[in-house]
């Protein structure tokens, strides 16, 4: 059985930086597509940004230049380092996979951990 779960997310001033952690387990960690998505209070969920299983990776707008998105597939291990961060950045940060796609296809998700809290303050 799949599972995925997030840690590193904490309270964090304004300029200051953060590093998110997923640990994937219970099957082979490569080749699969993997995202990090968000949730704002009173927003709905949105991408923050993904890599597919050929490692090219997307970013939101709103974080480009900020943050990036790697993996260690050895550690089965996503991440995301997150630069001056803002507080507009303040959500509930959610990992996702989802399976292999053909080269230019998106990626669908279909496990989704529980989440870690960032704050950033102003």
């Known amino acids: 059985q799949v599972h995925v779960m997030e840690s590193g997310g904490g309270l964090v001033q304004a300029g200051g930086s953060l590093r998110l952690s997923c640990l994937a387990s219970?099957?082979?960690?490569?080749?699969?597509?993997h995202g990090w998505f968000r949730q704002r209070p009173g927003k709905e969920p949105e991408g923050v940004a993904h890599?597919?299983?050929?490692?090219?990776?997307m970013y939101a707008n709103s974080v480009k230049g900020r943050f990036t998105i790697d993996k260690d597939h050895a550690k089965n291990t996503l991440y995301l380092q997150m630069n001056d961060l803002k507080p507009e950045d303040s959500a509930l940060y959610y990992c996702?996979?989802?399976?292999?796609?053909?080269?230019?296809?998106?990626?669908?998700?279909?496990?989704w951990g529980h989440g870690t809290q960032v704050n950033v303050s102003s």
């Open positions: 996702a996979e989802g399976p292999p796609v053909a080269l230019g296809r998106p990626c669908q998700f279909g496990t």
């Open positions: 219970g099957y082979p960690y490569t080749a699969f597509c």
């Open positions: 890599i597919d299983n050929y490692g090219s990776a």
